[in-house]
């Protein structure tokens, strides 16, 4: 990836991983209501669009609420 290239792709708006990670359980849980998390944690989103890392841990926190949930239901 060149100078140009990495420029295009990071976006100001994009908080980091620090600022990104103690909201992830929040943002789940948003998601999970059928709400659109992107309209409350907008630098969030948008720094899990772009950061496979935090992705990875979102995906995986969604996957195990989503298990939790069924569960309670009696799934
Ligand atoms: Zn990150």
Same mark, same amino acid.
Request: hydrophobic content about 45%; charged content about 30%; glycine content about 6%.
């Given at each position: 990836?060149?100078?140009?290239?990495?420029?295009? @792709?990071? %976006?100001?708006?994009?908080?980091?991983?620090?600022?990104?990670?103690?909201?992830?359980?929040?943002?789940?849980?948003?998601?999970?209501?059928?709400?659109?998390?992107?309209?409350?944690? @907008? !630098?969030?989103?948008?720094?899990? $669009? &772009?950061?496979? !890392?935090? $992705?990875? %841990?979102?995906?995986?926190? @969604?996957?195990?609420?989503?298990?939790? &949930?069924?569960?309670?239901?009696?799934?």
């Amino acid at each position: 990836m060149n100078e140009l290239e990495r420029l295009l @792709l990071a %976006d100001p708006r994009d908080p980091g991983c620090d600022a990104a990670m103690p909201i992830l359980d929040q943002y789940v849980e948003l998601e999970l209501d059928g709400a659109d998390p992107a309209a409350r944690f @907008l !630098a969030t989103a948008v720094h899990l $669009r &772009s950061c496979p !890392a935090c $992705r990875a %841990d979102h995906d995986g926190l @969604l996957e195990a609420a989503r298990r939790f &949930s069924d569960a309670q239901l009696g799934g």
